[in-house]
């Protein structure tokens, strides 16, 4: 057996890669055993084939080049022995099988695909070491399972492939990492990856689901925004609260029916539904701690891209600077244009009225170098540096437009910066951002697209009215940094010290997109969302249409000690004490203050606002606040009392089991699709399945950029607002789809008007006169 494979090594390439032999099975162990008394007695026979296969260029699958590389001596030395066919056809189907699951589309996935990986691909053993459980999450090619693509939505793909990594490249197998290439995304570790929410809640019911909404509400509540203190967003253990909040809704006596679904289900579906409801949770975790620095938003480079309306647009307070901002990057450039116009004016026209002047006749002539008192020879050499200016902008400003504008707008997740942006922009779809928000969200967009393209638009005119070839040069960049005044401005020390606000503005944006607000305040939304019945649902909210936003019903339970746990208690009456004794420290200890970006806004707008109010309310009182934003939500009582009663799966197995295709769904209808066969294309929402979405590149150019400019996308969602009865976000919906457009026209519109000054440049030399010289007549232009 001489030149063939080490046990260990053998054992890394028949599908046991990243796992230790400890940690696999009985059965495991069996097939492995099996496997290498095969591999002994036809390893040569198969490596002669397979090695003239790959010298031949014909690679059966990526297997050959790394065995090879990794095993020459036992390729070279099979090469002299004998040849078995069967096998070498074998390996081509091994190869086959790769090829076709990492480039073919995978046929649409069944209900039983997202129940096998739920059930099966976790696995929980006892550490000999430490005594403590742990799990180890091992998906197989061919998976459906859910990631959060780059636009900062969670979507079900398959698994393409799955392969290790040394990462310490000490060569013990035991070691090596386990990632996927899944999607358009490769190597993902498994916290990256969730298992189907369609597929948990055929097994679990919509009741975990609910949870999920009520601990979001729990846990802004109970963060603050307050440096060095122990429940400050940064220092406050987020996932051991949300842990702690789990564990007693599960174990409590209300809960007794979905706690004997949840045991029945297997260690490995417990988990992967924990992993699934907690994955919100540790996205905040993340990016309020930064542990893995991963979500760094103090890095140089990142803050130097969020700018002022960016900060605006996140926070939806603070509206003084970026409106000073706003009028600087009008004015400047209004007053040079028009400067440029009047000279325009004059020298083409011998002061006519711009009124009379035709806009043929203008565009035609703006766009071509002219004067009356220079010489030919100066027209000439201006003329080329026009020319010049203007291939540089289509060659090297229109691409680097487009790119920055996909960056902006395109959900490109390749920095913090551009994630959060996508994430902004999946808050804005689904309608759930406040007034503040919406007005910095229009005006980042525009400022940051839309206002850029015209700014160069603008420009290359004023650099045409320049006759001198040098001060054309330095005319061509001129009015750039006026496009950067915004971020020069966040970018200052004194803006945001420390990058506090801007840390806890993406916190609040994960809030914002997990919170179904529209559903939390209607009865008959969250009837819909989760099955509830209406009628028991209004009896439960005291027939209050609007469910859990109640300021009134609030701010009572939040002083409702019968409906508060023994630590929430404890808080309570150590507050009233403070406000009693009214201490500074015990105040600032044990009262969370109301936070907003702009002190001075709220001191002098917010405040004076309300106090008017209580002329007509008596009852008016401040509210919002960073972490504060879901004040009028907190109807804990309320929330008692439907959290448990979230229907369950109904099923043919005991205990909420999953059976066969014939199982219903938590309604008891055949909603979700159970062959590839059966349904339409049309998958229910809780699928998150998009079988036309490959990456978020090539979905934003050939999907998102096309509906917009052909307002597909506007109508969808005016279609969309009229059957859920929420008709006052047709007017909505119009205004943002306005300024869309036209950030997105002007991007198409751009290249087109560098090229046409190209392509008349010809006509512009021709109509200058060969005969004019240097004038000493003096307009008296100044």
């Known amino acids: 057996m001489t030149g063939l494979p080490s046990r260990r090594e053998h054992f890394s390439l028949t599908g046991f890669i990243g796992v230790s032999s400890s940690k696999v099975t009985k059965e495991q162990k069996v097939d492995f055993d099996a496997n290498w008394d095969k591999t002994i007695k036809t390893h040569r026979n198969v490596y002669v084939d397979a090695f003239a296969e790959y010298k031949a260029g014909r690679k059966s699958s990526a297997f050959l080049l790394y065995s090879y590389r990794k095993h020459k001596d036992v390729w070279d030395n099979a090469n002299k022995g004998g040849r078995a066919r069967e096998n070498l ?87 090596w990492e386990v990632l996927y290439n899944i999607g358009g995304q490769v190597d993902l570790p498994h916290e990256k990856i969730r298992c189907s929410e369609a597929g948990l809640k055929h097994l679990y019911g919509v009741r975990p689901f609910i949870w999920q909404q009520y601990a979001l509400l729990k846990l802004e509540d109970r963060i ?123 020298k083409n026209n011998d002061w006519k009225d711009i009124h009379d002047i035709s806009a043929n006749e203008f565009f035609m002539t703006a766009r071509c170098v002219s004067s009356p008192t220079d010489s030919y020879e100066v027209l000439l050499i201006s003329g080329f540096m026009a020319f010049m200016i203007q291939v540089l902008y289509f060659i090297q400003v229109t691409p680097a437009s487009i790119t920055s504008f996909y960056l902006q707008v395109g959900n490109a997740g390749m920095d913090v910066f551009q994630k959060m942006k996508s994430l902004r922009m999946r808050i804005r779809d689904k309608k759930h951002d406040r007034v503040g928000q919406n007005i910095g969200y229009t005006l980042d967009l525009v400022m940051n697209t839309l206002y850029v393209i015209a700014l160069y638009m603008a420009n290359i005119f004023n650099v045409i009215q320049t006759e001198d070839s040098f001060e054309m040069l330095l005319n061509c960049l001129a009015l750039i940094f006026v496009a950067q005044i915004d971020e020069e401005f966040s970018e200052s020390p004194w803006y945001d010290p420390g990058r506090r606000w801007l840390r806890s503005s993406c916190v609040e944006l994960v809030f914002q997109y997990y919170i179904d607000k529209p559903a939390l305040c209607s009865t008959q939304l969250f009837s819909l969302k989760y099955g509830i019945n209406l009628k028991h649902l209004n009896e439960l909210a005291n027939k209050d249409p609007r469910l859990f936003k109640n300021r009134d019903v609030a701010y009572a339970d939040s002083r409702d000690l019968s409906i508060m746990s023994h630590d929430e208690r404890v808080r309570f009456m150590s507050s009233e004490l403070a406000l009693l004794t009214k201490n500074p420290g015990a105040v600032a200890q044990y009262c969370k203050e109301r936070q907003f970006f702009s002190v001075s806004e709220y001191k002098l707008v917010y405040i004076p606002f309300v106090n008017f109010l209580r002329i007509f309310d008596k009852n008016a009182r ?152 240097d004038s000493e007549y003096e307009s008296g232009w100044v």
């Open 224 to 346: 603050r925004f307050q440096k060095d203190h122990a429940d400050d967003f940064v220092n406050f253990d987020h996932i051991q609260y949300v842990t702690d909040l789990w564990n007693s809704w599960l174990d409590s006596p209300d809960n007794k029916d979905f706690k004997e679904i949840y045991e029945n289900n297997g260690e490995s579906g417990k988990k992967m539904l924990e992993i699934h409801i907690m994955s919100p949770f540790y996205l905040i975790k993340d990016l309020a701690t930064d542990e893995e620095n991963e979500w760094n938003v103090e890095n140089d480079d990142v803050v130097q891209e969020f700018g002022a309306f960016t900060y605006l647009s996140f926070i939806g307070d603070g509206f003084v600077t970026p409106f000073i901002i706003l009028l600087l990057q009008i004015a400047i450039p209004s007053l040079i244009i028009a400067g440029n116009l009047l000279y325009y004016v004059w």
């Open 622 to 773: 401040p509210s919002g606040g960073v972490f504060n934003r879901y004040e009028l939500y907190r109807c804990w009582s309320r929330w008692n009392d439907i959290l448990f009663i979230g229907p369950l799966p109904v099923s043919k197995g005991s205990g909420g089991k999953f059976g066969d295709e014939d199982d219903k769904t938590i309604d008891g209808s055949d909603e979700y699709p159970t062959d590839a066969s059966e349904n339409t294309g049309d998958f229910p929402d809780d699928w998150n399945y998009d079988p036309e979405f490959s990456s978020s590149y090539s979905y934003f150019w050939t999907v998102t950029f096309i509906e917009t400019l052909l307002f597909k996308e506007l109508s969808s969602k005016i279609v969309i607002s009229i059957k859920e009865g929420r008709f006052m976000d047709i007017f909505f919906w119009i205004y943002d789809a306005v300024f869309e457009w036209l950030s997105f026209f002007f991007h198409v519109v751009f290249p087109l008007y560098c090229l046409w000054g190209i392509l008349i440049f010809p006509q512009c030399i021709h109509s200058l006169d060969p005969n004019q010289k």
């Open 89 to 175: 056809n074998n390996l081509k189907k091994q190869g086959m099988n790769i090829l076709k699951s990492q480039f073919e589309k995978p046929a649409d996935p069944t209900m039983q695909d997202l129940v096998k990986v739920i059930r099966e691909r976790c696995r929980i053993k006892v550490c000999e070491e430490t005594g403590l459980e742990e799990s180890t999450i091992l998906f197989k090619g061919g998976d459906w399972v859910e990631i959060m693509d780059d636009d900062m939505q969670w979507r079900l793909h398959q698994v393409k492939e799955v392969k290790a990594k040394d990462e310490d490249k000490d060569g013990r197998v035991s070691d």
